[in-house]
């Protein structure tokens, strides 16, 4: 499976986390940056790992500001993106299972890195269930 991570300067250092313990866990990363602390600014990071996606590059892409509201904002803008702001295992699991969300935002400034690496775990590890799920998906979808 492959992965494409994205964050601004808010979720530099998380970012760096999270890519050693998924390259550590197997999985195939593309890191589109940002490559420093340096301020940078959010929606081109968002955009790089939507383009990933879409290019059917890779299949899922995690997301990191401060917050990840400027992040799910910035992804959520491409019918093919649900990106979704996840705050602990229950909306990780939920957002796959019922949303089949295909990019994880994460608040670097909000999370702990154990918490964020329990949401990763579960949102990676959580199949999407289909049904009517995936008939609600298809209305936000056109
Ligand atoms: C950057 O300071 C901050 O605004 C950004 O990381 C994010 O939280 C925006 O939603």
């Known amino acids: 499976m ?62 990191i500001c401060g917050t990840g509201i400027g992040m799910s904002i910035a992804a959520n803008r491409k019918n093919y993106i649900r990106a979704a702001n996840c705050y602990d295992e229950h909306t990780a699991k939920m957002s796959r299972e019922h949303n089949n969300a295909n990019v994880l935002c994460l608040g670097a400034r909000v999370l702990g890195k154990e918490k964020a690496l329990a949401i990763v775990d579960t949102w990676i590890g959580t199949e999407f269930s289909g049904g009517r799920h995936q008939r609600r998906i298809e209305k936000f979808s056109r």
């Open 2 to 63: 492959k992965i494409a991570l994205g964050s601004d300067h808010g979720g530099f250092e998380l970012k760096e986390v999270l890519k050693t313990y998924l390259l550590q866990s197997n999985y195939d990363i593309i890191d589109v940056g940002c490559l420093t602390k340096e301020s940078v600014d959010y929606p081109d990071f968002a955009d790089k790992v939507v383009q990933q996606i879409g290019t059917d590059e890779c299949q899922l892409g995690i997301l």
